[in-house]
């Protein structure tokens, strides 16, 4: 019994990080209706750790685990996978999922633990003065409505003026979170904005897409996920819809969106906040030191894609905030409130970019304690289908600061008053 | 007419057709349903795994792949070529041998999964129902929930999660014939998805079909035998065994012809699943025992949810489909429990 009790015991050991190394829990979905896109992005978040591992022995000496939990895109699932991991040393969580996130804003901020959600979750979590454990830079659902209305702006002599914009959104909080900009930025730039709904998941969009022939917008600005966006292409591409006037927010632009509908959806245009593909240095030491090593998270086929780019990002951005926590703490063991603190004071330069291997990737970031939002940029990219590649089609184009930074501070004013919250920062 | 009325009208030829897609997948339900009392929850998941195993064998995929590298330290993923490439002809064949080419290189990966489809149902059978002969009908409907989850997962791990294009030759886009017929006949083109016009030939050759094989084939007498009465079809030598292992290989086959109308539609990928969600509420309302039945039903939820969404939708914010349909089937169920053709529910004391 006693022999039984020990090798229990020791499997226990082996199965939760060592206490000196600092972890950062991947709450991924590898299974389930949307596994397609979470799987290439948890393959990208996990590989950049192993390869901080292997080959600089983790952060500052000390390594990294990336404990998973799979979280099915489940709401439930997600808050269970906290619970059952933030007990482990956890420094930060990076969901992948809006629902997930809403509900874990308190918990974090209870717990004193890191909630990094870039580019998706709650918009207002920008305002660090609101939100003191939540960060969502680089970029965030109105900052990308607002860039994608800019683009528009440039290719249409500056002036939408009468033109229709028509938004097909998931019909969920996520999906909803661009319709106050659009409207704030239709009334600023004299547009008409069509909002057109989809039921979860978005297999049958039938009358959506004929609502869209009908009334002819001049451009269709899609925010979705998972099938409805490969759906929505597909059903553009019947209706013969041009699709260099279809434009996906970052959510629902990945070769996974593109590929059923095959050549049809050549020109489609999507925004990301990071670049693609894999001709970063960085890719040379992944192949040295994870892909050849047999350590890669995945089957291989994902490196380079935006999805696994996207989840390389967040692991890269979350690395740089715990050598920031180190370098503030003064030692290498941080725990999860140095880690906060080193979210906020993180300053990712392009010399430091260029450093890491991934020159030109993202845009520099300077987080202070009351900008958790980033600069707020991104890039538009374009569906090439014979060479299945995202061509980058403009620079970096920044948001609408002064449409976004108000809706900003009267959301997050508004959580602060439900909550309670006293305002930070003064 | 104004454009409104016509535009009506194309919602709703357009829900009709939507209707067609729904009733795909509610047909593999009423046929195991009717013949074994089993409400088979693993239904949407026979259509992802039908459609997996389909673009596995047309690409060349190794199954396990995953599995196999995990273990041998490997790095196969495709044979050299899928069955797709094997039978295509090489360059300078004759217009005639390159369509044979492509016809062989797609209808024998739809064979295979076809005969796939029959083992899994043999599988099934020998390993699940065999054992759970006589439970109550809620054992029966949760070993089917245990059998989804079981599929899912073993689909995810002999051919991956990754979304995959299925291309088995459909025309898919607005059928100009009709758009220009329409347009010169009333002023407005009307929108017609060609691949909708094929889903709704092949329905109507599957309903055909089976009806047919149901009444006059040897075999359909004993389904229907079966379904009236398992006892009395014991009796007279029908093997309850047998029939429900060719009860179960229908509805596989019938799952795959919906994997691949779903499949060229979106892209095979793990929220194909999710399309049972649709046949429920056109299994409620045209019966669960009816094989028109789950066709006059998907017509009914797909022409209603399209016109409610087309009327009411704007007033209420819009995406009413499922709420729609499934409104719908709950008026059906308090005023006609057994749907539009359902056999009728009797209890004597």
Known sequence: MRKTLTALALVMAGAVPALADIVVPNLSYRTGPFAANGIPYADGFADYFTLLNERDGGIGGEKIQVPECETAYNTEKGVECYEATKGTGAVVYNPLSTGITYQLIPKVTADGITLYTPGYGRTSSANGKVFANVFNYPANYWDGASIIIKNMLEQEGDSLEGKKIALIYHNSAYGKEPIATLQALAAKHSFELVEIPVDSPGQEQKSQWLQIRRDKPDYVIMYGWGVMNAVAIQEAVAIQYPMDHFYGIWWSGSENDVVPAGDAANGYKMISFHGTGADYPVYTDLKKYVYDAGKAAGDGSNPGNVLYSRGMYAAMVISEAIRKSQEIAGHAAVTPAEVRDGFEALDLTEAR???????????????TCDDHGGPGTAMIFQWDAATKKWNAVSDWLGADTEVIDPLVAADSAAFAAENAITERCN | MPDTVFFALEVMLNGLMAGVMYALVALGFVLIYKASGIFNYAQGVM??????????????QVPFSHLINAIFGTDVHHFPSGLRDLFAAGEGASGFTAMLGRILGILIPVLLTAAVMVVLAWAVQKLVFRHLVGQAPIILFMATIGLAYFLEGFGDLMWGSDIKALDVGLPKGINETLERVTNEAFGYGFFIDNLDIVAAIVAAILVVTLTLYSQYSRQGRALRAVADDHQAALSVGISLNYIWVLVWSIAGIVALVAGIMWGSKSGVQ?????IALKALPVLMLGGFTSIP????????????EKLFEFFIGPLVGGATENWFAYVLALVFLVFRPQGLFGERIIERV
């Not at chain 1, 970019?353 to 987080?367: N, V």
């Not at chain 2, 039945?293 to 209603?304: D, K, S, T, W, Y």
């Open chain 1, 353 to 367: 970019l260029a450093e890491l291997g991934l020159p030109g990737f993202a845009q520099p970031i300077k987080a």
């Open chain 2, 47 to 60: 259509a992802l795994f039908a459609a997996l195993t389909l673009v596995g064998l047309l690409d060349g």
């Open chain 2, 270 to 274: 793990f929220s194909l699943s999710l």
């Open chain 2, 293 to 304: 039945g789950a066709i006059v039903g998907g017509l009914i939820i797909g022409m209603g």
